[in-house]
């Protein structure tokens, strides 16, 4: 029986050493996919960060366009209404002065 046990024991020492290599692997790969998990979760975040930068400019540019698109109706609008037209040439001011006479 003493042999049995000790060999028993053996068996168990053996199984113990397995399960503690085995934490230790299980262990090495948790870290080294954590490692990887955070690089990935910061390129994602940056590249997040430089869409969400991107998207701002964008619409920045798209308020301005707008704003100088406005002003483009307005000042047409207004040259239609003759407000800002001047005289073409010479002739129209001499025929004007003509018709005056």
């Known amino acids: 029986e003493l ?3 000790k060999s028993l024991t053996r068996l168990s020492e053996k ?3 397995g399960l503690k290599d085995a934490i230790r ?4 790969e948790n870290e080294e996919k954590t490692a990887l998990n955070e690089r990935l979760v910061e390129n994602a975040v940056a590249e997040k960060e430089k869409m969400a930068e991107q998207f701002n400019s964008m619409n920045d540019m798209v308020e301005k366009l707008q704003k100088e698109i406005s002003m483009l109706r307005s000042y047409n609008k207004k040259s239609e ?3 800002f037209r ?3 040439s010479q002739k129209e ?3 004007t ?3 005056e006479e």
Request: charged share 20%; proline share 5%; no cysteine.
């Open 3 to 5: 042999e049995n046990a």
């Open 15 to 17: 199984q113990f050493d």
């Open 25 to 28: 692997q299980l262990q090495v």
């Open 81 to 83: 209404k003759g407000w």
């Open 86 to 88: 001047l005289p073409n």
């Open 93 to 95: 001011s001499k025929s």
């Open 97 to 99: 002065a003509a018709v």
